[in-house]
């Protein structure tokens, strides 16, 4: 079953302290409370998979302490700080080192869970692309693209002709196709590769920051902004820009980014001095940002600017005889990880690769070879039997279970992960949703992001 999201909460004032963590813990999150910061801290880890939210007055350690100590042994570990009306210009300095987000109290349950969320799917998104950067890493030779069907030998051969240019690259592909890691081979294989290499996720930093940013600001430009700050794009000058979920992009945002495109400047807050840029642009879309459909109030102009090469990963569907190779892949490193033998790969398994659609691509698979050299994978394979009954064809308990296993999966793919949407179109009770996730083993953070309400009931 598909673990709480965790949020490390602290606060020395006990009744808001424990009134918060009822607050966040009904929204579905997995929440461990602290009335001193020294206490979240011994707690926390480099990699901890969720989100932290502070007071910021407090005695021994205040929030903004506490802050810069995560941030010194994991800068993209989101820090929410909760502040007092007089705390405010210190919570707009937090932000701007890069502190995720500050809630002014007294503040609605709404903000709170919303900022939370947005966080969670953030730190998501960071762990994840940094598992595929490391799994790029690791790969033999110059193949971090794993595979040897045509679609995946022509990506890479893609790769090395446009790597070398300073053409700007749009990326597509479904969730968990590694576009992140597609990004950072076509920096690395060009001569920009001693440059930096900065990547920033539209869709998972508040629009209220998005614009300083990307751009930076001058001492002044706005309340709380107190130094100079290099933006990501000047920062990515002679490397490489990578802008994840660019159909997030806010609408405002995206008419200077045009201009910074066209230009190859950028103007940062607060000053009328104009900067130029050596830019290359990856961005990367879980869209088709072709179809004014898809692409909603993404600007034309803007998908057009980008599209001058477009990359498409396919999905491991696609690419079916790819999928033993990478599982191959993910299995020995997980064994390395965990400090185990890899155990042999059964028929039951063996089916499961083959016959699978694989909706959340690469990572559903690395997870599933996690499982599988744990020797967990009997809690996610499907009931189908041992090869023999399955010749000598199933019985119809065994088929009402395997047809309702992938009904759930089918839906929760088609909203996304999303539980509310999910269970509506499924007419279930909450409780007997998560109850049928158990026991077919199904994890709906494979299927996307937290964008949806996941109360328990």
């Not at 990326?171 to 294989?189: F, M, P, Y």
Request: hydrophobic letters at 40%; one cysteine or more; proline letters at 5%.
């Amino acid at each position: 079953m598909n673990e709480l999201p965790p949020v490390f909460l602290i606060d020395d004032d006990k009744d808001l302290l424990k009134a918060t963590k009822q607050t966040l813990e009904l929204a579905g999150f997995a929440v461990s409370a602290f009335s001193a910061a020294t206490d979240a801290l011994n707690a926390l880890y480099p990699g901890f998979a969720g989100v932290v939210v502070s007071d910021i007055r407090m005695p021994q350690m205040d929030g903004q302490q506490l802050f810069a100590r995560i941030k010194g042994f994991d800068a993209d570990m989101p820090v929410i700080l909760m502040t007092g009306h007089g705390d405010i210009p210190m919570a707009v300095q937090a932000i701007q080192d890069g502190a995720y987000d500050f809630i002014a109290k007294p503040f609605a349950t709404d903000r709170l869970v919303q900022s939370v969320r947005r966080a969670t799917e953030k730190r998501r998104l960071v762990l994840e692309n940094r598992a595929l950067r490391q799994a790029a890493e690791q790969a033999q030779g110059d193949l971090p693209l794993i595979g040897q069907t045509p679609a995946i030998e022509r990506l890479r051969h893609t790769l090395r002709q446009i790597a070398d240019t300073d053409v700007d690259v749009l990326v597509t592909g479904e969730t968990g196709s590694g576009k992140e890691v597609v990004a950072s081979l076509l920096h690395r294989w060009s001569r920009r590769a001693k440059g930096n290499f900065v990547a920033l996720n539209c869709g998972a930093l508040p629009e209220t920051v998005i614009e300083s940013e990307l751009f930076g600001h001058e001492p002044g430009a706005f309340t709380g902004a107190q130094k100079k700050r290099i933006g990501r794009i000047e920062h990515s000058s002679a490397g490489t820009l990578f802008l994840d979920e660019i159909e997030s992009m806010p609408p405002a945002i995206q008419v200077q980014m045009l201009r910074v495109l066209e230009m190859r400047e950028v103007t940062p807050l607060g000053t009328n001095e104009v900067r130029p840029v050596d830019l290359r642009v990856v961005a990367a879309a879980k869209v088709d940002l072709s179809d004014p459909g898809q692409r909603g109030d993404f600007r034309e102009d803007l998908y057009y600017r980008l599209n001058v090469v477009t990359l498409s990963i396919p999905p491991l569907r696609e690419r079916r005889d790819d999928i033993p190779l990478l599982f191959g892949y993910f299995a020995e490193r997980a064994a390395g990880r965990f400090k185990r033998d890899v155990p042999a790969v059964t028929a039951t398994v063996r089916r499961h690769l083959q016959q699978h659609e694989w909706p959340g691509n690469v990572r559903e698979l690395s997870h599933f070879a996690e499982r599988f050299v744990l020797g967990l994978e009997a809690d996610v394979l499907p009931k189908f039997g041992d090869a023999a009954a399955l010749e000598a064809g199933l019985s119809l308990p065994v088929r009402v279970e395997r047809y309702e296993a992938e009904l759930i999966r089918e839906t929760l793919q088609q909203n996304n992960g999303d539980v509310r949407r999910t269970i509506e179109a499924l007419g279930i009770p909450r409780k007997t949703f998560y109850d049928k996730l158990q026991r077919h083993g199904i994890v709906r953070g494979d299927f996307a992001g937290f964008d949806g309400d996941d109360r328990r009931s």
